[in-house]
T-cell receptor, first 114, second 117 residues
Framework: GQQLNQSPQSMFIQEGEDVSMNCTSS?????WLWYKQDPGEGPVLLIA?????ELTSNGRLTAQFGITRKDSFLNISASIPSDVGIYFC??????????????FGQGTILTVHP | NAGVTQTPKFQVLKTGQSMTLQCAQD?????MSWYRQDPGMGLRLIHY???????DQGEVPNGYNVSRSTTEDFPLRLLSAAPSQTSVYFC????????????????FGDGTRLSIL
């Protein structure tokens, strides 16, 4: 099946620092998604990307769909304590028998020190 | 608006027992899915449904059954629980399945934490 490699696995940063994480795939995706999960809750969608090269922002978050369609990154600027959580990338492989299926990365655990 | 509701929130089972994890949504979403979340492995798709009466297997379907008799409900059944099925289970729904250029955001429930002894 499809493999998504997400890095780094964890990050410990100071409040105010910028954060960058990325995902790479062995397959071409036609949709990339970034989710955040708070403790004890389900993931919440942050950003959705639909086209190769697309750069999309949501407040302090910026994500890009790689031009090869095999990678994506998420940046968080000026981190704050409430950014703490697990961030997941997810993607959908184009068409065919993969219709309706999302593949998730392993997650990046973000800790922000005040 | 309740969104996606999962019950129970916690459950402990003995090996070999069976149980059903419930998932209900009140948003008239066609697409529903079940994931399991294990440390260091992200979320893995177990089964999904693109509408009432239609289900299909995901990445890790073995040991699990699903049915979709109504739009609102998508129960996940463990036929004979095994310790390897200890995990956190998430149900998700969206108006339509992930598709090219028109992804409808999935709404996740808060999860069921299942331990198999």
């Amino acid at each position: 099946g499809q493999q998504l490699n997400q890095s780094p696995q964890s990050m410990f940063i100071q409040e105010g620092e910028d954060v960058s994480m990325n995902c790479t795939s062995s397959s071409i995706f036609n949709t990339w998604l970034w989710y955040k999960q708070d403790p004890g809750e389900g993931p919440v969608l942050l950003i959705a990307l639909y086209k190769a090269g697309e750069l999309t922002s949501n407040g302090r978050l910026t994500a890009q769909f790689g031009i090869t369609r095999k990678d994506s990154f998420l940046n968080i600027s000026a981190s704050i304590p409430s950014d703490v959580g697990i961030y997941f990338c997810a993607g959908q492989v184009a068409g065919g028998t993969s219709y309706g299926k999302l593949t998730f990365g392993q997650g990046t655990i973000l800790t922000v020190h005040p | 608006n309740a969104g996606v509701t999962q019950t129970p929130k916690f459950q402990v089972l003995k090996t070999g027992q069976s149980m059903t994890l419930q998932c209900a949504q009140d948003m008239n979403h066609e697409y529903m899915s079940w994931y399991r979340q294990d440390p260091g492995m992200g979320l893995r798709l177990i089964h999904y449904s693109v509408g009432a009466g239609i289900t299909d297997q995901g990445e890790v379907p073995n040991g699990y059954n699903v049915s979709r008799s109504t739009t609102e409900d998508f129960p996940l059944r463990l036929l004979s629980a095994a310790p390897s099925q200890t995990s956190v289970y998430f149900c998700a729904s969206s108006y339509s399945p992930p598709s090219r250029g028109s992804f409808q955001p999935q709404h996740f429930g808060d999860g069921t934490r299942l331990s198999i002894l």
